[in-house]
């Protein structure tokens, strides 16, 4: 028997295709009369839509959400919100845009409701990363989870091939974690393992056939699945390597997690037996490793961090970042399996099992 504790986040998610249509009851149910609808400049048009079918409860649209959530346009943004008098925040978009709804929420208090057009999980977790003066700071506080999430599959359809696949294997990095996570427990093994057989079925279909409905809404189920272990449970050593090379090197989010994850379940392999079993039967494959490796090439992600101007030169600074403060993880995180770890990943090259000679 392993003890437990299980605490259930406060959210309420409608999921199918073509709820987006149910957005001003939703609104109702929180008794919200007055949105302001965020987005990025490039969903722009998407969230102008979102307010005229709003009518009278939309506001109004503030498009300039941003990668990282820059504190100077949370700024911006609450001023909007103070001078339109909104009584609710509307985001439209994936983790981006989701983070400044999150941003102001911490600020305001103001309701939020989400729609995600991304599977990056955002939307299901009480954390909020903020860049300021070129700093990144993560925050896990319930005043930020959204109050209603509305996944609507129709929305994923715009979604690039390329970054449905990143996207995709960046949820299930979180699902990954969560089989092995210090804090876990039964219910999110349980939506861990069904996260990534969704996503891992789903993928590869979309990368070859990105309107075919049936993968589109098993992807988005997954990424729901996923994003709330991602609230609900610690991530390990994965994460925080996917954090150096997002905050210090610069590198793009989603494809980053898609080529760090083989490698760093190669790592933690020996010390999570359990969560390996668990993926290889996700995945209907013999290594976890090597059956994520292969998924990234199904679905067309680029395989090496060479190709995201990550250098040879580059793995020492990364390794001693990485180790400076490590999280928990099921296997000691010790510098000479790191800087493995991170030069096999800097040249893509098939994961390799990796005992360490230490279990
Ligand atoms: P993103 O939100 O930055 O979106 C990338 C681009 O894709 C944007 O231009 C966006 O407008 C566009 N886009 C999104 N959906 C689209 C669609 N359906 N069709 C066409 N274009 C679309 O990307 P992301 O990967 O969703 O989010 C990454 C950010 O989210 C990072 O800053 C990351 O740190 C954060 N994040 C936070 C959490 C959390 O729990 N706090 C979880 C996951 C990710």
Request: charge should be negative; proline fraction near 5%.
């Amino acid at each position: 028997m392993q003890p437990f504790v299980y605490n259930g986040l406060p959210s309420r998610v409608v999921f199918g295709q073509g709820t987006l249509s149910r957005l001003s009851e939703e609104l109702e149910l929180l008794g919200c009369s007055r949105a302001l609808v965020l987005a990025t400049p490039q969903q722009q048009q998407q969230a102008q839509d979102v307010v005229k079918q709003l009518g009278d409860k939309g506001i109004d649209v503030y498009a300039q959400a941003a990668m990282h959530t820059p504190v100077d346009i949370t700024e911006d943004a609450l001023q909007r919100v103070k001078s339109l008098n909104v009584d609710c925040t509307v985001a439209i978009g994936g983790g981006s845009t989701i983070g400044l709804g999150k941003a102001i929420a911490l600020r305001t208090g103001l309701a939020q409701v989400v729609i995600p057009t991304t599977y990056a999980g955002s939307e299901m977790t009480p954390i909020l990363g903020e860049t300021q003066n070129g700093e990144k700071t993560t925050q896990r506080t319930l005043d930020v989870l959204p109050e209603t999430v509305i996944y609507d599959v129709d929305l994923t359809l715009t979604l690039p091939t390329g970054m449905s696949g990143t996207s995709g294997i960046n949820a299930i990095a979180h699902a990954v974690e969560a089989l092995y996570a210090r804090d876990g427990n039964p219910v999110i093994t349980l939506m861990a393992e069904e996260g990534i057989a969704a996503l891992g079925r789903s993928l590869p279909v979309i990368a070859n056939d990105p309107s075919n409905i049936e993968a589109r809404a098993g992807a988005l189920y997954g990424a729901w699945l996923c994003g709330a272990c991602l609230g609900s449970v610690g991530m390990s050593l994965h994460h925080k390597l996917c954090h150096t090379l997002g905050g210090s090197f610069n590198l793009p989010h989603a494809e980053t997690h898609t080529i760090v994850l083989p490698y760093a379940v190669a790592y933690n392999a020996p010390a999570a037996p359990d969560a390996m079993a668990r993926i290889c039967r996700a995945l209907g494959c013999d290594d976890a490793a090597t059956g994520l490796y292969d998924l990234g090439r199904a679905v067309g992600a680029t395989g090496a961090l060479a190709e995201l101007g990550f250098s040879v030169e580059d793995v020492e600074r990364a390794t001693e970042i990485a180790t400076r403060n490590p999280y928990w993880n099921p296997r000691d995180v010790e510098a000479n399996g790191i800087r493995r770890l991170l030069t096999d990943a800097q040249s893509g090259r098939r994961p390799q099992a990796d005992n360490g000679g230490e279990q």
